[in-house]
């Protein structure tokens, strides 16, 4: 299964390395090999977005006229959507982790 992330929804630009199957990770000049990396560092960009979604919500319950609710609306869906997609991943995983352990030797 290939996951590609466009850079529009995270800050995190996979490429994939042809030689060995995995992809390159880079996120603010680092770069990872590994799958755990891209795991985590997916999982903080999904945190960025919760926290900037409930920052947006505060703004629009104190009435500041500078941040308007259709742009707080976009940000909660957005923040919705990277959280049911990494529940996704996740149940995935469980699943995977699951069937491996279930298997004969």
Known sequence: MNLRLTPNTMP???RPNL??????VN?????????????????????????????LQHEVQLENPKVSLEETMVAM????IGFQATLHVRNRMVQAYTDIMNMQV
């Not at 030689?19 to 390159?24: E, H, M, Q, S």
């Not at 869906?77 to 919705?80: D, F, G, H, M, R």
């Open 77 to 80: 869906q957005k923040a919705q």
């Open 19 to 24: 030689a060995t199957g995995l992809g390159n």
């Open 12 to 14: 995190l630009a996979v």
């Open 27 to 55: 996120v603010g000049g680092k770069q990872s090999d590994s799958f755990s990396g891209a795991l985590s560092n997916a999982l903080q960009s999904v945190s960025a977005t919760q926290k900037e979604a409930a920052r």
